[in-house]
């Protein structure tokens, strides 16, 4: 958790299982960290996320044929860099604190 949100944002690869199904709550719904999903295609560690996916903008899957992840990284980093770029912009449009200060 410590590592996700000193991060820009996370990629985790979902093809296999590896234990990130009980991280993945944490830093995806209550640290609100963005979120790549890599899944390589035909394959993936679980159908628990699926649902996510539709719900949360912080969220993206990125699946990849075969010996095709390292364009899948990319894809999510570029992703998830364009994301926080906008997600800036908006909280800088709507939130009041955020706002550039004038000086009379």
Request: charged share 20%.
């Amino acid at each position: 958790m410590r590592h996700a949100l000193s991060s820009k944002f996370v990629i985790v690869e979902n093809t296999d299982p590896s234990g990130h199904l009980y991280e993945i709550p944490h830093v995806g719904k209550a640290a609100e960290c963005v979120i790549g999903f890599l899944q390589e295609d035909g394959k993936g560690a679980t159908w628990m996320f699926e649902d996510t996916f539709a719900r949360n903008k912080h969220w993206q899957k990125f699946v990849y044929p075969a010996g095709g992840i390292e364009m899948a990284v990319n894809q999510a980093a570029a992703w998830a860099e364009d994301f926080v770029k906008q997600f800036g912009a908006f909280q800088q449009r709507v939130l009041p604190w955020m706002k550039p200060t004038r000086t009379p």
